[in-house]
C-alpha cells in the first residue's frame, strides 16, 4: 500500500535518513542504479545499490515530527535499518567543522517523541549500528566524536545562548533537530536507528554566524558530507554481511 506522505510502498531494508532533499540526490552520487521512485512534500526517495546492497534513501525535513513521519511510513515499507545522515551544530570547542559525531543517545528536547512516551523514556542508538559506525569511522580515519547528542525544536529561542552553555557544561556533543525522535520511535517500533551528524556550526557561534560559516568553509563542510555518507554505507554493509553473508 503506497503510503500517504512519503508515496512509497516498498523500499529496501537498509535505509540512509537525510534531512535535505537535496542531500538524496548527493547519496546517490555514491550508489550505482540510483533512482528516484517518490518525490512529495519534504520527503523524497531514491534506491540503489552499494557494493551489491540495495539501498534507499529518505530525506525526512527539518525537525522530529516529519522525521517520524517518515520513520514509520519506511518500516511500513519494509525498512529495518536506519541511519540518519544530518547536520549538527557542535556544542563543544574541540569540534571542527566537518568533525563527524556519532551520537550513542540524545537528549530528548523534541516535541515529536513525547506524544509517544513520556521523556523517562531513553533516546538511544540501536548498539549494532553504534558500533559500527564507531569501528568504520577508525577504520576510514575520519576525525569523529562519540557521545550524547541534543535533539531540539527551534533555533531562535530568546535564550539559546544560556541553553548551550548549560548544555556544554553537560559534556553534549553537538545539537540537531531529529536524533531523539528516530531513537524513540526506532526502539517502540523495534527497528534499529543509528545517527550521524556533520559539524557545520562551531560552537558558541550564533546561528546565523553558522550558517555563514557553512558558506565560507564550504570544502570542509562538504569533506563532512561526504565522509557522513561514506561512513553510513560502509557500516550498513559491514552489517549486512556479518548477518547474511558475502553478497
Known sequence: MIQPH???DKVSKMVLLPGDPQRVDRVGSFLDDAVVIANNREFKTLTGSYKGMQVTVTSTG????????ALEELINCGGEYFIRIG???AVQKDINIGDLIISMASVREDGASAMYVNKDYPAVSDFEILTALKNNAVKLGYEHHVGITRSHDSFYIDDEIEKMEFWNKKNVLGSDMETS???VIGKLRGVKVGSVLNNVVLYSKDVKD???DYVNQKDLAQQGEDREILLALESLHEIKISRDGSF
Open 87 to 89: 547536520s549538527a551544530g
Open 62 to 69: 527539518i525537525g522530529g515530527a516529519s522525521a517520524v513521519i
Open 6 to 8: 512519503i508515496q512509497c
Open 181 to 183: 525522535s528516530l531513537f
Open 210 to 212: 553558522g550558517v555563514n
